[in-house]
């Protein structure tokens, strides 16, 4: 309750306000001029990049007709977010295989993590959703309905992919970052101490895994399946 007894307003949400006030005069931009004008500022630069002052220079207006449209860089990362995971093609038939619809969604999703890194930087919040993301949700869902596991089940399965996809992206693009001659010489030295003698189960697990030890993306698709079978049986 409010002051003199009034109920204090819910905040909304970006996606709950009108993008354009009924009074005022007609907006000269709009929330997918700012959305895409900060995906090409963090797809260059990072997510540091982002600032309202820089979104607002590259649409060459001031900082402060932002917030007309948003209340803050928070919002703009949640557009941001939104507008990259549209990017996912969920327009396929699902086969019924559960496991099978949830690794080609990974896979989209891996890509784009890929395509657009400063994902990674993005602060973590389970209900950073918007409409697409909704949509996703959605589908995984809808995915996952041939599965015998509860409601609260399949959603920790879609959390937890999720995850899954965030940590071997994160390895894939250090691995792109890193130069090939250390990988080979840290993969070489892993090798090497493992048969010396005193790792004899570690020996035996690398055995003939010296490929996939500097490549994720071969791993990829292999640790999300096994994931998979492993949480919906």
Same mark, same amino acid.
């Given at each position: 309750?409010? !002051?003199?007894?009034?109920?204090? &307003?819910?905040?909304?949400?970006?996606?709950?306000?009108?993008?354009?006030?009924? !009074?005022?005069?007609?907006?000269?931009?709009?929330?997918?001029?700012?959305?895409?004008?900060?995906? &090409?500022?963090?797809?260059?630069?990072?997510?540091?990049?982002?600032?309202?002052?820089?979104?607002?220079?590259?649409?060459?207006?001031?900082?402060?007709?932002?917030?007309?449209?948003?209340?803050?860089?928070?919002?703009?990362?949640?557009?941001?977010?939104?507008?990259?995971?549209?990017?996912?093609?969920?327009?396929?038939? $699902?086969?019924?295989?559960? *496991?099978?619809?949830?690794?080609?969604?990974?896979?989209?999703?891996?890509?784009?993590?890929?395509?657009?890194?400063?994902?990674?930087?993005?602060?973590?919040?389970?209900?950073?959703?918007?409409? =697409?993301? $909704?949509?996703?949700?959605?589908?995984?869902? !809808?995915?996952?309905?041939?599965?015998?596991? %509860?409601?609260?089940?399949?959603?920790? +399965?879609?959390?937890?992919? =999720?995850?899954? *996809? +965030?940590?071997?992206?994160?390895?894939?693009?250090?691995?792109?970052? %890193?130069? +090939?001659?250390?990988?080979?010489?840290?993969?070489?030295?892993?090798?090497?101490?493992?048969?010396?003698?005193?790792?004899?189960? $570690?020996?035996?697990?690398?055995?003939?895994?010296?490929?996939?030890?500097?490549?994720?993306?071969?791993?990829? &698709? !292999?640790?999300?399946?096994? *994931?998979?079978?492993?949480?919906?049986?």
């Amino acid at each position: 309750m409010g !002051r003199g007894g009034l109920v204090a &307003e819910e905040p909304l949400t970006v996606w709950e306000r009108p993008e354009r006030g009924a !009074r005022g005069p007609r907006p000269d931009r709009s929330r997918a001029q700012i959305t895409a004008a900060a995906v &090409e500022l963090a797809d260059a630069d990072g997510l540091t990049a982002v600032s309202m002052r820089r979104v607002a220079t590259k649409l060459a207006t001031g900082p402060a007709s932002l917030y007309r449209y948003v209340s803050g860089r928070a919002e703009i990362l949640d557009l941001m977010v939104d507008a990259v995971v549209g990017e996912i093609d969920l327009g396929a038939r $699902l086969s019924g295989d559960p *496991v099978e619809d949830l690794l080609a969604l990974a896979v989209q999703s891996q890509a784009i993590h890929l395509r657009h890194p400063w994902l990674l930087d993005v602060p973590s919040e389970p209900l950073r959703l918007g409409p =697409n993301g $909704l949509d996703y949700l959605e589908h995984a869902l !809808r995915a996952l309905a041939p599965a015998s596991l %509860s409601d609260q089940a399949k959603l920790e +399965t879609i959390g937890l992919l =999720n995850g899954l *996809v +965030t940590q071997l992206s994160r390895a894939e693009l250090h691995v792109q970052r %890193s130069s +090939t001659g250390r990988q080979q010489a840290q993969a070489a030295y892993l090798i090497n101490a493992a048969v010396a003698g005193r790792h004899p189960l $570690l020996a035996q697990a690398l055995a003939g895994q010296a490929d996939t030890l500097t490549a994720p993306r071969v791993q990829f &698709e !292999r640790l999300a399946r096994r *994931v998979l079978v492993g949480l919906i049986g």
